[in-house]
């Protein structure tokens, strides 16, 4: 009893005191904080994230780089150093033996462009022009049947 009533002299007053409980480090039971407030992330997310492109001399360089650690654990604080990943490393030295800067310049990505057929243009021109000479040669026909049938109910019939 003599305990409990020497710890509630020396704690601060508003405290209180659970026994064997623990608290975060830095966290004062007093209400106040110890230091700086911590930094809070920005929230907004970019609208479309952009692809990193990396040129063939920087991926030499990092591979130069690479080649040259020798103690444990250089390798992942270059990595770190350098934003990169051990994936890029793998793959670029694998591009690297197929041949040094061709092998190392960045590939367009998507679908490959279709070869241009030098007649597709010339058969699309003349595919337009055949629906227009159709079209033509269907009002002709229709002229020419409201024609028939007029002369008919008038009652020339082409006599003279």
């Known amino acids: ?68 650690c020798s103690e444990p654990g ?26 040094a800067l061709e092998g190392l310049r960045p590939k367009k990505r998507g679908r490959k462009a279709r070869p241009v057929d030098p007649q597709a243009k010339r058969i699309a021109q003349l595919e337009r022009e055949n629906e227009r000479l159709l079209r033509k040669l269907e009002q002709a026909e229709l002229i020419i049947d409201v024609q028939k049938k007029l002369s008919r109910i008038l009652g020339t019939d082409g006599e003279s």
Do not use: C
């Open 1 to 68: 009893m003599r305990e409990m009533e020497a710890r509630e002299e020396t704690m601060p007053q508003g405290s209180v005191e659970t026994e064997g409980a623990r608290r975060a480090t830095g966290v004062s039971t007093d209400g106040t904080s110890p230091g700086p407030r911590p930094v809070v992330p920005d929230p907004e997310v970019p609208e479309r994230a952009t692809r990193r492109r990396f040129s063939g001399a920087y991926k030499l360089e990092i591979l130069k780089a690479a080649d040259a």
């Open 74 to 99: 250089e390798i992942g604080a270059l990595l770190r150093r350098e934003g990169l990943y051990s994936s890029h490393l793998s793959k670029w030295r694998q591009l690297r033996d197929v041949g």
